[in-house]
């Protein structure tokens, strides 16, 4: 079982509101993601991190942010949640092993915008 | 372009039964393919990981084979039990990224029926 946490698992928020979702590995990796995943549909990378002050965005447009303040926490920010936001979100973070990195997830959270 | 192709969409079988589930791919440099189980509502979890040189890999009831030259891999599940349903997803890793870049399928939907 990774130790990557996410909080909270389920949230149900109103169009306009401002939400952070919480992301932290108590592993030291350097390097986190930030996935979006909708139901029968494959995962797809908004966000990323190659470590501390470190943030780029992923191959899926997204009008969310992050931030890296410390190494193990990369928490990712709505300003004003939309119906169109609502997916599952999968916090990841990896270590390099044998030659190729291992990506470790969270348990995701399920964000519903009404 | 990068994709990972994976079939059959969804899978029902009885408790007891074997079942194949199909990957291909065709991201290059090709680094490492990965099988992982998602539970409903969970984050995804690694099952086996096998890089070019290796054709097969075993963890307990799962078997999966890969093929780099024809650019496929199967998961082989036996004696399935009803704790076996859940996505399965197959997940192949780029040799040239820095980020530890994953291409994900959208994965197979299995179901053990009792």
């Known amino acids: 079982e990774a130790d990557i946490y996410q909080t909270p698992r389920y949230l149900v928020i109103g169009t306009g509101k401002k939400i952070t979702l919480e992301c932290s590995q108590t592993m030291g990796h350097d390097k986190m993601y930030w996935y979006q995943q909708d139901p029968g549909m494959e995962l797809h990378l908004i966000h990323y991190s190659y470590g501390v002050n470190s943030t780029e965005k992923g191959d899926l447009s997204s009008e969310s942010t992050v931030s890296r303040i410390r190494t193990e926490h990369f928490p990712l920010t709505l300003e004003s949640a939309r119906p169109s936001h609502t997916s599952q979100y999968l916090c990841a973070s990896s270590e390099l092993v044998g030659g190729g990195y291992e990506q470790y997830f969270g348990p995701g959270t399920r964000l519903t915008v009404t | 372009k990068n994709q990972v192709e994976q079939s059959p969409q969804s899978l029902i079988i009885l408790e007891g039964k074997n079942c194949t589930l199909q990957c291909n791919y065709t991201v290059s440099p090709f680094s490492n393919l990965r099988w992982y189980k998602q539970d409903t509502g969970r984050g995804p979890v690694s099952l086996t990981i096998m890089t070019f040189s290796e054709n097969t890999k075993s963890n307990r009831r799962y078997t999966a084979t890969l093929d780099a030259d024809t650019k496929q891999s199967s998961l082989h599940i036996t004696a399935s039990q009803l704790s076996d349903s859940a996505s399965y997803i197959c997940?192949?890793?780029?040799?040239?990224?820095?980020?530890?870049?994953?291409?994900f399928g959208r994965g197979t939907q299995l179901t053990v029926w009792p």
């Open positions: 997940v192949v890793t780029d040799r040239g990224s820095t980020l530890g870049r994953l291409y």
